[in-house]
T-cell receptor
């Protein structure tokens, strides 16, 4: 069964630091890699996504870096803030061309004030 | 511009009862996905539906669980004869055709079996 491997499982970062979450994927039908952010008691929400005609996408303090040859992509949160404390999920398209995306197991991020 | 609407937000059932969870997708979205999440755990795929069709139910338990997405009305996830292990948050997501360009999730239904 297709997997998306996400690490670390949990992460603690000081306020103002850089949070880095990594994902590795298997073959996909095509290239589109979203990240979702989930706060306690809420549903996941699309945070940022990359289509790898570029190797990096930046939106504010959030950056996705993509390495196609290694089949890896990562989320960087610059100047991390306590409000960034949440669970983050990476995802990749199913290789079955069935409009499904496969989620990683999630990273629980805690930013220390 | 309502998002994905799930109801109820919280549902308490006694063991052996039936639970019905509803999901109304975003306007213009024809694909619905159901996920289950246990506390401190990730999203476990259950089923993917299009109008009147189950596309992929590989994540659904073989017994007691069923899902539908009728031509009219919301998608329904039905759990018969609930057991304590069914207690979880159930999330619905919807997408337009070619859902790969982003799912929109609802706020979830938190099922508690007592």
């Amino acid at each position: 069964q297709q997997q998306v491997k996400q690490s670390p499982q949990s992460l603690i970062v000081q306020k103002g630091g850089i949070s880095i979450i990594n994902c590795a994927y298997e073959n996909t039908a095509f290239d589109y890699f979203p990240w979702y952010q989930q706060f306690p008691g809420k549903g996941p929400a699309l945070l940022i996504a990359i289509r790898p005609d570029v190797s990096e996408k930046k939106e504010g303090r959030f950056t996705i870096s993509f390495n196609k040859s290694a089949k890896q992509f990562s989320l960087h949160i610059m100047d991390s803030q306590p409000g960034d404390s949440a669970t983050y999920f990476c995802a990749a398209p199913s290789m079955n061309r069935d409009d499904k995306i496969i989620f990683g197991k999630g990273t629980r991020l805690h930013i220390l004030p | 511009n309502a998002g994905v609407m799930q109801n109820p937000r919280h549902l308490v059932r006694r063991r052996g009862q039936e639970a019905r969870l509803r999901c109304s997708p975003m306007k213009g979205h024809s694909h619905v996905y159901w996920y289950r999440q246990l506390p401190e755990e990730g999203l476990k795929f259950m089923v993917y539906l299009q109008k009147e069709n189950i596309i992929d139910e590989s994540g659904m338990p073989k017994e007691r669980f069923s899902a539908e997405f009728p031509k009219e009305g919301p998608s329904i996830l039905r759990i018969q004869q609930v057991v304590r292990g069914d207690s979880a948050a159930y999330f619905c997501a919807s997408s337009p055709p070619s859902g790969l360009y982003g799912y929109t999730f609802g706020s979830g239904t938190r099922l508690t079996v007592v």
